[in-house]
């Protein structure tokens, strides 16, 4: 899907609608020493099994794609939620 670089809508904090430019949400890198990251380590080790089964097939084809949108006018961050899509490709659209 064709999804444009820039789009005007509301802001919150403007409480007004400005342009906002958009980007793919890419999530950080998980943190080793969290406590639930520690706590699942602790139950991967040993000679038992898997936590929990492997999955062999999956049921959906697509990922939810996260867009994230900021206010051109106050720097304001917020999220598009998950959007099902296959692939998105960001295009610059000028008129």
């Not at 444009?4 to 919150?12: A, D």
């Not at 969290?34 to 991967?44: T, V």
């Not at 990922?63 to 106050?74: P, S």
């Amino acid at each position: 899907m064709k999804f444009p670089k820039r789009i005007r809508t509301y802001c919150p904090r403007c409480n007004t609608h400005t342009v906002h430019t958009v980007q793919v949400y890419k999530h950080g890198k998980r943190r080793t020493m969290s406590e639930g990251q520690r706590r699942y380590m602790r139950k991967q080790e040993g000679y038992g099994s898997k936590r929990r089964p492997e999955q062999k097939r999956y049921a959906k084809v697509t990922k939810k794609v996260v867009l994230r949108i900021q206010c051109t006018q106050c720097g304001y961050r917020r999220h598009i939620l998950g959007i099902r899509l296959k692939k998105i490709e960001l295009v610059d659209v000028t008129r």
